[in-house]
């Protein structure tokens, strides 16, 4: 699809979401992603602007749900940016 993706993993390592809630997210249309087949094996792919958007600790619909946001950082704190 595109270089703005990346593998469920790695999308709830960068955003601090347990790899299911990313999964609800991704069949409830709140972020984008797709299935990736590679022989036997599907894994989802997130796309990194929506997950972005979503956690983003200003404008971000996370700040909406209820609980604690310690997880999330501003954008000049993260290491891979």
Known sequence: ???????????????????????????????????????????????VSSLEQYTDPIYGFLLELPGPKIFLTRRDEREDD
Request: no cysteine.
């Open 1 to 47: 699809m595109g270089s703005d993706y990346i593998p469920l993993d790695e999308a709830a390592r960068r955003s601090g979401l347990h790899p299911n809630t990313l999964r609800r997210l991704l069949r409830q249309g709140e972020i984008f992603g797709y299935k990736e087949t590679e022989g036997r094996v599907t894994r989802w792919m997130v796309s």
